[in-house]
């Protein structure tokens, strides 16, 4: 009878540490998948060409009627390069709409010929999430470009990659600013320093 006993209760306990151990590894499986599918749901930065409109010119650059201005220059829409992340923001924000900082361009001084100073930028606009973003560029003689409007994404930061010359720029110093709108309010910060291009 005690051998039965001891023999139930060994079988007791062999069943109870399979529980155990079972429930353990079903556990750490479960925060394992909890962390994949974290990671898998979050979206990757891809840089993938954005294009708006089929107005291309022969440099490369995509022109478009500037609404702002009445005089009859153009603003020339760049060639970019956009964070697929910066346009996920689909609804307007109930927060204040926040100046646009950030770096407007990655190179203050670069070069038509890519030497020594490279022809290619990046710019960053800083600014609420989900506000809408534009980074202008006004010329020595009046001449206005412009990057693409793009939507801030939730860490309200959206970004361009682009190149000079594509973007059919010319020698001399261009005015830098940063345009943010939200909600039917706009902000504007312009570069202390003036985008200076060189041969």
Same mark, same amino acid.
């Given at each position: 009878?005690?051998?039965?006993?001891?023999?139930?209760?060994?079988?007791?306990? =062999?069943?109870?540490?399979?529980?155990?151990?079972?429930?353990?590894?079903?556990?750490?499986?479960?925060?394992?998948?909890?962390?994949?599918?974290?990671?898998?749901?979050?979206?990757?930065?891809?840089?993938? &060409?954005?294009?708006?409109?089929?107005?291309?010119?022969?440099?490369?650059?995509?022109?478009?009627?500037?609404?702002?201005?009445?005089?009859?220059?153009?603003?020339? &829409?760049?060639?970019?390069?956009?964070?697929?992340?910066?346009?996920?923001?689909?609804?307007?924000?109930?927060?204040?709409?926040?100046?646009?900082?950030?770096?407007?361009?990655?190179?203050?001084?670069?070069?038509?010929?890519?030497?020594?100073?490279?022809?290619?930028?990046?710019?960053?606009?800083? =600014? =609420?999430?989900?506000?809408?973003?534009?980074?202008?560029?006004?010329?020595?003689?009046?001449?206005?470009?412009?990057?693409?409007?793009?939507?801030?994404?939730?860490?309200?930061?959206?970004?361009?990659?682009?190149?000079?010359?594509?973007?059919?720029?010319?020698?001399?110093?261009? &005015?830098?600013?940063?345009?943010?709108?939200?909600?039917?309010?706009?902000?504007?910060?312009?570069?202390?320093?003036?985008?200076?291009?060189?041969?």
């Amino acid at each position: 009878m005690k051998k039965r006993l001891y023999k139930n209760k060994y079988i007791y306990i =062999t069943v109870g540490v399979i529980i155990v151990a079972l429930v353990i590894v079903g556990a750490i499986l479960k925060v394992h998948n909890d962390n994949q599918a974290k990671i898998s749901s979050k979206t990757i930065p891809v840089m993938s &060409q954005k294009t708006s409109n089929n107005n291309s010119s022969p440099n490369g650059s995509t022109a478009k009627a500037n609404n702002n201005s009445s005089k009859s220059t153009t603003t020339n &829409q760049l060639n970019s390069y956009t964070n697929s992340t910066s346009n996920s923001t689909s609804t307007k924000s109930n927060m204040p709409l926040v100046s646009p900082s950030g770096t407007f361009v990655s190179n203050h001084y670069p070069d038509l010929s890519g030497k020594p100073y490279p022809a290619t930028e990046e710019s960053t606009c800083n =600014t =609420t999430p989900g506000a809408s973003c534009y980074i202008k560029f006004i010329g020595p003689n009046g001449q206005v470009k412009s990057l693409p409007l793009q939507n801030t994404g939730n860490n309200g930061s959206t970004l361009w990659e682009w190149n000079i010359n594509s973007a059919g720029f010319t020698v001399g110093k261009w &005015q830098i600013t940063a345009v943010a709108s939200l909600n039917g309010s706009t902000k504007t910060t312009t570069d202390p320093i003036k985008l200076d291009i060189q041969e």
